[in-house]
Each structure stands twice: as C-alpha cells, then as structure tokens.
C-alpha cells in the first residue's frame, strides 16, 4: 500500500526534475538557521561550485556581483519578512566562482515560515535559478539596435508606420505625428490623419500604390503634402512595401515617412531664381538685339548680316530655355537638336533625327545651340536644303571618349561650304571646336558633312 501511494509523488518529483533539467534551470535551499544552502548540481554548474563542495550563505553572497549586492540582500530581506513575503523574480550578475567569468542569471524564490514564540518567522528560503546570459546579450543588441534605429531616425527626420489594409487600421508612432503637425503624445486615429492630407493628394498617394500593383511591384514611392493643424503646408516623401497575406492578396502596407519639406522649399526658391534669371537673359538677349537694330538701321549694315545675327540671339534663347525647362541641369542632346532645326524641317521630312539618349552639362547648352544653328542657317542657304530636293540627317551615338555628333546633307551641292567660308562655319571649326573636344567639316559633292566629337 505504500507503494502505491507514493507513486504518484514519485511521479509527480519525475515530472518535475524533467522539467528542471529540459530549461536548464537549478534549484537551492537556503536553510535560514544554519546558514547552510543545498545547490542542485546545476545550480553548482551555473555558480561555479564543484559538485562537493559546503555551500553556505557566504560563498552565495561572494558569487553575487557587488555592484548587484545590496539590491538582491533587500529582495531577500522583503522575502523573509513575514509581513511582505515577497516572491518577485531578480536578475542579477554573478562572478563564477571557478573562472571568475560574469554570467546573468535569473533567479525565484519563497520563503517557508512557522511560527515560534516570536510570531512567524522564515526558515526556508527556496528557489530556482537559471543562467540567462545570452538573453541578456540578446536584450542588449536589441536595444542598441533600437537605439541607432531611433537616432538615425531622428537624425533623418523620419517615421515608421504600418497599415491594415483589412480592418483599415494603422500603427501610429510619436514620429508620425510629429510629421503630420500633431503632438506626439496625441493619439490620434487613422481618420485623423487622412484629414491632413492637402486636397488631392490622398488620391495621389492611393494612386501610386495601385499603380505598383498593376505593375506587379510590391515597393512604391510618393511626394505628398499635409497641412498642419495651423493651416501651414508640409511636404512629405513615403516609402512603402506592400505585403501579401495567404490569401494572396495585399493585407498590409509598411514602410517609412521622411520630411522633406526644407528640400522642397529649397527646390522651389532654386526654381524661382532660374525663372527670374532665364527672364533677365531673354531681357538681355532682347536689349542686344534692340541695339544692334538701332545701331544698324538705314542701311548701315547689311540685311542678312544683321539678320543672322538675330537668329544667331534666337537660337541662344531657345537653348537658354531648354536649360530652365530642366533647372538648369544635364539636358538632352536630342531636345536641344530637334528645338534648333524645328524651324526648318517645312516641308516635313527633309531632316531626319536619329540618336542615343545622351545627357550633357549645361556648359555645353550654348555651343551646341550655335553649331548646330549654324550648320542649319548655312543648308537653308546654300547646301541641301536650299532646294526643293536635299536632305540632311543628324545623328549622335555614344563613343569611348564622348558622343560622336554627324551631320550629313545629300542632294544639295557643293557651294555647300565655300572656299572662304563663312562667318558660322568659323565659328565652328575656329571657335566652338576648343571647347566641344574635335569638329571635322568637309564639303561633299552634294552638300556638307560635320562631325563633332563631343568631350564630356
């Protein structure tokens, strides 16, 4: 009979040191009277006992970490106290006894109490301990992880959210609302935020992200303006990825915010100078052409000398306004060509255009307008497209040392460059050459032939 009643404690204890043993975890027994302490020998593995050894409540004590010391002998105290009998769990640091090493454990424990002629009194202090080392290590990338997130979020002035597109639901951060004008404690709703996006813009934003569907994209991107609650505009830029849920079907929206409404502001004095600037140079241009005709004028100059110079100015302008159409960046060859010949392509196809999309610096802008003027006023005059029957083909490709820029006219005839050339063909071969890289003109039987080494 005894048997069979203690095999259910037996049992029970099997279960338990299983359980023990599977998370690796240690138990001790604090015998208050003595002094004296039984260490499980695991709990002797995470200690740095040997599995022989006395272990009372001094060696435990020389274990602890001092720094951690006084804060696990006022937890005990608050666990022997019979009128608090606290059992909060601690971690702490200890010093293994055998190699000195720093380990983090964590560690449980409650006291047994009787009652003597005092009151109650504790004399057993029992517990768990378990060594937690690598969480803690864990913990503590994490939060530097989260700590260098946050500073480089800060720094960049940037948010993260995260959208249901379900339940129509989002995860609202104090950053967030730090970009939408609200105080950051606020807690507002998903709602709320909508209502700060300036008018048509919220159709934007959702515009953008379908948009990336129907090109079976996932990642998508969106300038977006916010008015803040008093009444200023914000611009903000959102970076976002879609994710799918096991249906196949878009679930969730995450992604980040950033501010960039100084960028924008910048951007936009930048484009109000270049306009007042590309005003003041038409202004200009107009007040040398006024003077050249006042000067001029009576007869005091000849006619078509007078009016190459006028379209000599035109095709300045013209190139100055394909700079300020770009903000006077890189522009392309291509739109520079087919806005200077544009005059002289009636009747329709006479002048074939064919090339690479090529890019080049704005110092480059205005000599190539007056090549490619020239080269254009001298067919009109006196190469292929000064008859019913020539043709001129231009063409650019890349090449190892720059863009190699042709122009070929066919069908006109060999006046097409005079012996003395002409004011525009200096220009180019004696003037602009120096600064484009290398030009080579030659006069074939049939109208001209320039080629234009491009040096970018």
Not at 137 to 148: I, M, N, V
Not at 361 to 382: D, G, M, Q
Request: hydrophobic letters at 40%; glycine letters at 6%; a neutral charge.
């Amino acid at each position: 009979m005894r048997r069979s009643s203690d095999s259910p404690l037996r049992e029970s204890n099997l279960k338990l040191r299983l359980a023990l043993r599977a998370a690796q975890i240690g138990t001790w027994d604090w015998n208050v009277a003595s002094g004296r302490m039984q260490y499980s020998p695991r709990a002797r593995a995470i200690c740095g006992f040997s599995p022989h050894e006395e272990v009372d409540y001094d060696k435990a004590r020389a274990v602890t970490h001092p720094d951690d010391l006084p804060r696990t002998s006022a937890q005990a105290l608050r666990a022997l106290d019979p009128a608090l009998r606290a059992r909060d769990p601690y971690e702490y640091r200890i010093v293994r006894a055998d190699t000195g090493e720093q380990r983090w454990v964590l560690a449980y424990g409650e006291a047994i109490f009787a009652r003597g002629t005092g009151g109650q009194k504790a004399v057993r202090y029992l517990g768990t301990i378990q060594d937690i080392t690598e969480r803690k290590a864990t913990e503590e990338a994490l939060r530097h992880s989260e700590l260098r997130q946050r500073l480089a979020m800060e720094a960049a002035k940037m948010a993260i959210w995260e959208l249901d597109t379900v339940n129509d639901t989002a995860v609202i951060t104090p950053e967030l609302c730090s970009m939408f004008g609200l105080d950051p404690a606020s807690k507002p709703t998903l709602q709320d935020l909508r209502q700060r996006y300036a008018a048509s813009e919220r159709e934007k934003v959702h515009a953008a992200g379908l948009a990336a569907l129907e090109r079976g994209e996932t990642r998508y991107e969106c300038e977006f303006r916010v008015r803040w609650p008093d009444g200023s505009p914000h611009w903000l830029l959102m970076r976002a990825e879609i994710l799918y849920g096991a249906s196949n079907r878009p679930e969730r929206v995450i992604g980040v915010i950033l501010d960039i409404d100084g960028r924008k502001r910048q951007e936009e004095q930048e484009r109000l100078f270049l306009r007042e600037l590309n005003h003041r140079v038409k202004n200009s241009l107009s007040v040398v052409q006024s003077i050249a005709n006042q000067t001029f004028r009576d007869g005091r100059a000849d006619p078509q000398a007078l009016d190459a110079f006028r379209q000599r100015l035109h095709a300045l302008a013209s190139a100055n306004d394909l700079l300020v159409a770009r903000d006077w960046a890189a522009f392309s060859l291509g739109d520079l060509v087919e806005a200077l010949v544009a005059p002289y392509r009636d009747p329709p196809g006479r002048i074939a255009l064919s090339g690479d999309e090529v890019s080049l610096p704005p110092r480059l802008n205005a000599s190539l307008a007056l090549v490619v003027h020239e080269l254009a006023t001298n067919a009109a005059r006196h190469g292929a497209l000064a008859n019913g029957q020539g043709h001129v083909a231009i063409d650019w490709r890349r090449a190892p040392h720059g863009v190699e820029l042709s122009w070929t006219e066919t069908g006109g005839d060999a006046l097409a460059m005079p012996p003395n050339k002409g004011f525009g063909l200096r220009l180019i071969s004696d003037i602009l050459a120096d600064e484009l890289g290398a030009v080579e003109l030659e006069a074939l039987p049939d109208g001209l032939r320039c080629r234009i080494l491009i040096a970018v």
